[in-house]
């Protein structure tokens, strides 16, 4: 698959010993492009934050060697079908893009639609070693929350984040895997069928922020909770014991990130659940108990997403925030939704009357109740 300019820029950014997404952002702010960095001075190089003398010559030094790196990088993204994705790109999310370290590059098989499908992502994570009931629980909210248009973000792995995905799916809706490894691999392996599945029916996507042939290795996979917890509007703790990554996660999305974070109650003399439940003592978590709970949740957060005043809504919050975003331009589909919905109707109704396929309608009427224009009466939706 051809690889555009900027793309094959920032990759070899990226590639360079030293040039972590940090610097990398704060080289191509000052100094205006990928290219503008890859040929600046060592002086030039210099003046950017966090760049002393040092770093400045060995990123000049590395500049050479890292086109052959891309050029091999490339290959091998070609060859497992997966697309690169840079920062700047219209298919980056912006969600992604708006923590300080966002990987400048990542490579995807399958599909993300930040823009359309995919607009409001939610993060579900949790043991690895959980329990039937955290296996049920975990495939049940990923179920209902992709029905309801949201898209299910999980790191793939064995327990809590595989069933999120199989809940997601089984449900018809989207999921993207954050992998703790390149995507020449597959991990775990017994999940090979469950991406293949995801890319072959379109159904979201399997990215990662290593390059393609890199293995499994436990020190990526804190990296990989920071992408988790940033691609999302909120985080979901299903299961989690007091060792749990998946508490790790929480702590990114509340501290680092600003994002909403969730907890679902488990047995209180399970081990599976005590870090889940900590996590709701002290603070650190709002309960939920149902998949409504969840999108009450994100509400707001999803609101200021729509409007694109989310990165800026703990800095400088908007006066009117909690007012429906009624001025809000509808599409010529959410209009058609809410003149039909004049009459309370099913989604599956609604559908067939307007002969749109059940995954798109989900997501509009998602953006929809987000912004107050559409409520749930019971199995039916109306109009407000």
């Not at 930040?114 to 629980?137: A, H, I």
């Not at 992709?146 to 089984?170: E, F, M, P, Q």
């Not at 409504?292 to 729509?306: G, K």
């Amino acid at each position: 698959m051809p690889v555009d300019d900027h793309t094959i820029a920032v990759l070899r950014l990226s590639l360079i010993p030293g040039l972590g997404p940090v610097r990398l952002t704060n080289a191509m702010n000052l100094l205006g492009s990928p290219d503008a960095v890859l040929n600046a001075s060592t002086h030039a190089l210099r003046r950017v934050p966090g760049i002393g003398p040092k770093v400045a010559g060995a990123i000049a030094d590395g500049r050479r060697a890292a086109i052959e790196r891309a050029h091999q990088e490339v290959d091998a993204a070609d060859r497992i079908g997966a697309r690169l994705i840079a920062r700047g790109s219209p298919l980056y999310p912006p969600l992604l893009a708006e923590i300080d370290d966002a990987p400048a590059v990542f490579s995807m098989q399958g599909r993300i639609e930040p823009g359309g499908l995919d607009q409001f992502p939610v993060g579900m994570v949790g043991s690895r070693s959980c329990t039937l009931y955290g296996l049920e629980q975990a495939e049940r909210f990923g179920g209902a929350l992709a029905r309801a248009g949201l898209t299910v973000v999980s790191g793939g792995a064995r327990g809590i984040d595989s069933a999120s995905h199989k809940g997601a799916l089984n449900a018809g809706g989207r999921t993207i895997v954050v992998q703790g490894c390149g995507l020449a691999h597959a991990y775990p392996p017994e999940n090979a069928e469950l991406y293949h599945r995801i890319v072959d029916e379109d159904r979201g996507a399997i990215i990662s922020a290593l390059p393609i042939d890199t293995a499994p290795q436990a020190e990526n996979f804190p990296a990989r909770n920071r992408i988790i917890s940033a691609l999302a509007l909120g985080v979901l703790v299903i299961e989690a014991g007091r060792k749990s990554g998946a508490l790790i996660t929480a702590r990114l999305a509340a501290e680092d990130h600003g994002r909403e974070v969730m907890a679902l109650p488990g047995r209180v003399d399970s081990q599976a659940s005590l870090g889940t439940l900590e996590l709701i003592r002290d603070g650190g978590a709002a309960l939920v108990v149902d998949p409504a709970d969840v999108i009450h949740t994100l509400e707001n957060a999803a609101r200021h997403h729509f409007e694109g005043t989310h990165a800026a809504r703990f800095v400088e919050p908007l006066t009117n925030a909690a007012a429906p975003a009624a001025a809000s331009t509808l599409t010529d589909l959410q209009q058609s939704i809410v003149q039909v919905l004049a009459e309370p109707m099913s989604a599956d109704d609604l559908a067939t009357r307007l002969r749109v396929e059940s995954s798109v309608l989900r997501s509009e009427l998602t953006m929809l109740e987000l912004q107050r224009r559409v409520s749930r009466q019971g199995s039916k939706f109306a109009a407000t």
